[in-house]
């Protein structure tokens, strides 16, 4: 083996220091992923809380959008609760939480509230979870249903029992109900569209199925049952057809006090710049806000 020279090691003495140094930058850049994530943590030192409270339809939705905030941001954390929407918005008015997830719009006495404790605040619709009720496409008497007819189906006192109850010229055969779990988006804004956003009670003795394929399936079996789906994975030629439309507006509605606050008003920005991926299950299809509305909320 040739040896070095008493130059040559003097030389790599010298060096070992520098390069020991850039050996452990180039280990860190490798644990931040190597795109500079760790970095930008650092620079952006975000930290605090952000509190979200809402109705049920939107916690699917507002649960994955806090998720993927917190894996940015490890240092901000997320709470994020459904309560529904009349609890939500009395948390909200009375300023302990910062954002309001909820299937409606504030009444007149939650606006006076919020005044009255001083809580200003912006909406900002985010999505729709239009419902569709449907029948079988061998269904070959209802062609459309108005929402007097579908209260008659679904309600949860004394509900039709068969067709003819709902329209004499209809068989009396009976009513085949099909439904989502009573905890789920769907059930929760067919009711709510139904009865009223307050403590709302739809019919509970049909068959529940786990999702839209699962419901299509058993409405499409039976020329008598009657089911909800979320509008959106609505599709022509899957056995079932629609007949009559409940439309909903998924709101987030956000503090102004909060917005003062950097990780909230990061929080919302992050939620209308990447909104989370609506799933046939949320029950939702997203809304685009308003050009005015973005800029808003979006600028730096």
């Given at each position: ?231 959106a994975p609505l599709k022509p030629g899957s056995g079932v ?44 299809v997203a809304v685009t806000p308003s050009h005015r509305v ?7």
């Amino acid at each position: 083996m040739r040896r070095a020279s008493p130059r040559a090691r003097r030389t790599l003495l010298q060096l070992a220091p520098v390069i020991v140094v850039a050996t452990l930058v180039g280990i860190a850049a490798a644990d931040s992923g190597g795109r500079g994530e760790g970095r930008t943590r650092k620079r952006d030192g975000l930290t605090g809380a952000v509190r979200v409270d809402g109705a049920a339809a939107m916690r699917n939705l507002v649960d994955r959008a806090a998720q993927r905030f917190e894996r940015r941001y490890p240092d901000v954390r997320v709470t994020v609760g459904a309560s529904g929407d009349e609890s939500a918005i009395a948390l909200f008015c009375a300023g302990e939480v910062d954002v309001a997830a909820v299937a409606r719009r504030l009444d007149r006495d939650e606006r006076r509230a919020c005044r009255s404790s001083r809580t200003r605040y912006s909406e900002i619709e985010v999505a729709r979870g239009d419902v569709a009720v449907v029948v079988s496409d061998r269904n070959r008497f209802v062609d459309r249903l108005t929402i007097d007819r579908i209260r008659a189906l679904w309600r949860r006192a004394i509900p039709a029992r068969t067709w003819a109850e709902v329209d004499p010229r209809w068989p009396a055969v009976e009513v085949e109900p099909v439904g989502w779990k009573p905890d789920s988006a769907p059930a929760t804004l067919l009711a709510q569209a139904l009865f009223g956003p307050i403590d709302p009670l739809a019919r509970d003795d049909y068959e529940v199925t786990a999702d839209s394929k699962e419901l299509t399936k058993a409405v499409a079996s039976s020329p008598n049952a009657i089911g909800y789906l979320p509008l959106a994975p609505l599709k022509p030629g899957s056995g079932v057809r629609p007949v009559g439309v409940l439309p909903r507006a998924l709101y987030l509605d956000v503090s102004r006090d909060s917005l003062k606050q950097p990780e909230s008003r990061r929080f919302v920005r992050e939620y209308l710049n990447h909104p989370p991926a609506i799933r046939a299950s949320d029950g939702a299809v997203a809304v685009t806000p308003s050009h005015r509305v973005y800029r808003k909320f979006t600028r730096p």
